[in-house]
Nanobody, 123 residues
């Protein structure tokens, strides 16, 4: 059983930055592909970014490419999401998730989820 705990959300003005963290426990972190998803009110959960077991490969949704960066520290069992040039449309609850599969942007392929952290971007 893997437990994931996100942190780092908050309120920021458009153009600002936030760094989200997701701490994992209860599993072998380095064996998991890690992903970030988000869900805005009234919308489906959508893929944001993912990173491979070793961190050597990263994947991004087109909407965040060039603004967000995913990274991981396997020694600290933590995955990060650096978010720059934030826009009001980035407002959502952000979730981290883990899977033993290779990269996927489909939420159903992820086995464990955190509780989410709210990100609000004001205009």
């Amino acid at each position: 059983q893997v437990q994931l705990v996100e942190s780092g959300g908050g309120l920021v003005q458009a153009g600002g930055s936030l760094r989200l963290s997701c701490a994992a426990s209860g599993g072998t972190f380095r064996r998991y592909t890690m992903g970030w998803f988000r869900q805005a009110p009234g919308k489906e959960r959508e893929f944001v970014a993912a990173i491979s077991f070793s961190g050597g490969r990263t994947y991004y949704a087109n909407s965040v490419k060039g603004r967000f960066a995913i990274s991981r520290d396997n020694a600290k069992n933590t995955v990060y999401l650096q978010m720059n040039s934030l826009k009001p449309e980035d407002t959502a609850v952000y979730y981290c998730a883990s899977t033993v599969l290779d990269y996927s942007d489909y939420p159903g392929r992820y086995d464990y989820w955190g509780q989410g952290t709210q990100v609000t971007v004001s205009s």
